[in-house]
């Protein structure tokens, strides 16, 4: 794989996306890189700060992971963008020598960043780790995942929390379009690189068909929908995905920011999404809480205690196999670091897994039926299995 890799890097292998099924509305596609293909429908590990939480990347790729996910934001505070470059970038720092996308450090300068002053030109914060004062930019944005280095480097947009009033909404949606326009001019004509535009306009269905139409305008290479999944009920999230999927492109990739749970991804699947990053898996498994086949198991029951089985014995995850829960319980009732790295393990692999069923069945054509038994499954759940 190494060398392939290598080939591809120096034969300059451009940036593409290929659908290869259909199932309904749901799509199986491969984006090709310099860096290695994505297989899609696909689901991106959130490597924040260069790691993803608890895991050997060696680890992430053996269970199916194609690409990971980066932040600007938090890599430009530490240990910032430039001595990432010093070192030779994103890919050589973490160890990930196949594709990484870097989103664009908006939703973090929103959502963590204290005393913000946003206008046109960009938004000034101070920093949630010491208060010192940063000015990110569309330009400085692109300038930071340039460096990074990444394969996929998203829009600077501005994500506002639900609920808003309509103005308010429109306004920042208009803002992220001229954004847009910006970032494409500082990324270039880049052949083995690619910039998504993201789709937003909170929930108000004619906000979101005239961002994503305007978007679908400036030729970009992918599209996201963001501003999405954050704290809205998933009915919310579904119908702006039902009025949004039909305006974006069709052979271009989507990608969903943020989401989700294993039911997320299976119902915006359903409606034409592609590509997905979650902090879930690897937060939930933090705290305790297991995905398996047979639906979430928390491993802080009591009830835990004693049982000798295993999360799942069919598994190919020595995770989810070789340990009893009543281990499992035990490291985390005695916050042993042991117990999330081995149900973070486990639910990387479940993600990963329900993606690879998720692929084969719409190339069989099959995925309505496929999404549907996997539902009443969760729903029926095996009692004496959780």
């Excluded at 930071?144 to 994500?159: A, K, R, T, V």
């Excluded at 690189?193 to 305007?214: H, N, T, Y």
């Excluded at 898996?281 to 305790?288: C, D, E, L, S, V």
Aim: hydrophobic share 35%.
């Amino acid at each position: 794989m190494g060398n392939e890799i290598n080939n591809r890097r120096e034969t300059g292998v451009e940036f593409s996306f290929r659908l290869l099924a259909t199932s309904a509305n749901a799509r199986r596609g491969l984006i090709s890189t310099c860096r290695g293909d994505i297989r899609t429908p696909a689901f991106m590990p959130v490597g924040t700060a260069a790691t993803v939480k608890a895991m050997y990347m060696d680890q992430v790729r053996d269970l199916g992971a194609d690409i990971i996910l980066g932040n600007t934001y938090h890599l430009m505070l530490r240990p910032g963008a430039e001595r990432v470059a010093k070192l030779g970038g994103l890919h050589e720092f973490a160890r990930w020598k196949y594709p990484i996308l870097t989103d664009s450090g908006g939703f973090q300068v929103m959502s963590l960043s204290a005393l913000r002053k946003l206008d046109e030109k960009g938004v000034t914060f101070k920093s949630h780790i010491d208060g010192s004062s940063h000015y990110l930019s569309p330009e400085r944005s692109i300038e930071i995942q340039g460096l990074l280095g990444s394969d996929i480097q998203m829009q600077l947009d501005e994500c506002i929390a639900l609920p808003a009033e309509y103005r308010e909404i429109e306004r920042a949606m208009e803002l992220s379009l001229r954004w847009a326009e910006r970032c494409k001019s500082a990324f270039g004509k880049q052949k083995t690189r690619a910039m998504f535009g993201i789709v937003q306009g909170g929930d108000q269905p004619e906000l979101r068909i005239r961002s994503a139409q305007k978007l679908a305008d400036m030729d970009l290479k992918g599209y996201a929908v963001g501003g999405l999944a954050v704290g809205e009920p998933q009915e919310v999230m579904l119908s702006m995905l039902d009025e949004t999927c039909p305006a974006m492109p069709h052979e271009k990739p989507r990608y969903l920011m943020g989401v989700g749970t294993p039911d997320d991804i299976l119902e915006s699947v359903a409606r034409g999404i592609d590509m997905f990053d979650c902090v879930m898996p690897t937060r939930a498994g933090r705290h305790g809480l297991a995905y398996t086949r047979h639906g979430k198991v928390n491993l802080k029951n009591a009830r835990h205690s004693e049982d000798y089985r295993p999360l799942d014995e069919t598994s190919s995850c020595p995770a989810t196999r070789d340990y009893s829960r009543a281990y499992l319980h035990h490291l985390v009732k005695c916050n042993e670091a042991l117990g999330g790295m081995l149900l973070t393990w486990n639910n990387l692999a479940y993600y990963q897994l329900q993606m690879a069923e998720i692929r084969q069945a719409i190339s069989n054509n099959g995925f309505e039926e496929f999404r549907l038994l996997t539902k009443e499954q969760w729903e029926r759940g095996d009692i004496q299995a959780l």
